[in-house]
T-cell receptor, first 117, second 115 residues
Framework: EAGVAQSPRYKIIEKRQSVAFWCNPI?????LYWYQQILGQGPKLLIQ????????DSQLPKDRFSAERLKGVDSTLKIQPAKLEDSAVYLC???????????????FGPGTRLLVL | AQKITQTQPGMFVQEKEAVTLDCTYD???????LFWYKQPSSGEMIFLIY??????QNATEGRYSLNFQKARKSANLVISASQLGDSAMYFC????????????FGKGMKLTVNP
């Protein structure tokens, strides 16, 4: 079974530029998550989708970050304009179904390492 | 709100020895799940083991076991017979009972296995 796919793996941009990340979850997984992991910290949830609806985006900096999952499968996370503090690893994860709640295991992709200069 | 504490910044262990990675947590939810993930230098978070708050027995998955002490609010990961490939960052995480509860991670700790 294929895992969570993400692209690109690495991205270097200058501040005030825009960037987009793509994620394809495990086939059949209804729930998709985007996390930001700053160096030396654990991942922090940015946004959570159930199919194509947003469940939680309380920690998404909405003035510059946006995300969509239009057909309930793959998803795109965008940053516009980027700031120096956005340098981090952006991880995508998926799980089978939110209905299983706290028991649901999330499976992660390889991440995208973003460096903002 | 949930909180995870991992106080060990780094540990060293000899190959083939057992090692315990500490994790304490705080929550007011009566039901919750605890997870351990491994993150090698490649960056991917790899799921290792899960423990439910009402599970009667401590979880085990191959060389990984979880020493769950509910009263102490601790969920320590035990790796038996360490291998060189176990060198990585290890993260403890938890999730509460609500369907939209976030998976909250600790800061992680770095394990180095020496030959």
């Amino acid at each position: 079974e294929a895992g969570v796919a993400q692209s690109p793996r690495y991205k270097i941009i200058e501040k005030r530029q825009s960037v987009a990340f793509w994620c394809n979850p495990i086939s059949g997984h209804a729930t998709l998550y985007w996390y930001q992991q700053i160096l030396g910290q654990g991942p922090k949830l940015l946004i959570q989708f159930q199919n194509n609806g947003v469940v939680d985006d309380s920690q998404l900096p909405k003035d510059r970050f946006s995300a969509e999952r239009l057909k309930g499968v793959d998803s795109t996370l965008k940053i516009q304009p980027a700031k120096l503090e956005d340098s981090a690893v952006y991880l995508c994860a998926s799980s089978l179904d939110l209905a299983l709640a706290f028991r649901e295991t999330q499976y992660f992709g390889p991440g995208t390492r973003l460096l903002v200069l | 709100a949930q909180k995870i504490t991992q106080t060990q910044p780094g540990m060293f262990v000899q190959e083939k020895e057992a090692v315990t990675l500490d994790c304490t947590y705080d929550t007011s939810d009566p039901s919750y799940g605890l997870f351990w993930y491994k993150q090698p230098s490649s960056g991917e978070m790899i799921f290792l083991i899960y423990q439910g708050s009402y599970d009667q027995q401590n979880a085990t998955e191959g060389r990984y076991s979880l020493n769950f002490q509910k009263a102490r609010k601790s969920a320590n990961l035990v790796i038996s017979a360490s291998q060189l490939g176990d060198s990585a960052m290890y993260f403890c995480a938890m999730r509460g009972q609500g369907g939209s509860e976030k998976l909250v991670f600790g800061k992680g700790m770095k394990l180095t296995v020496n030959p």
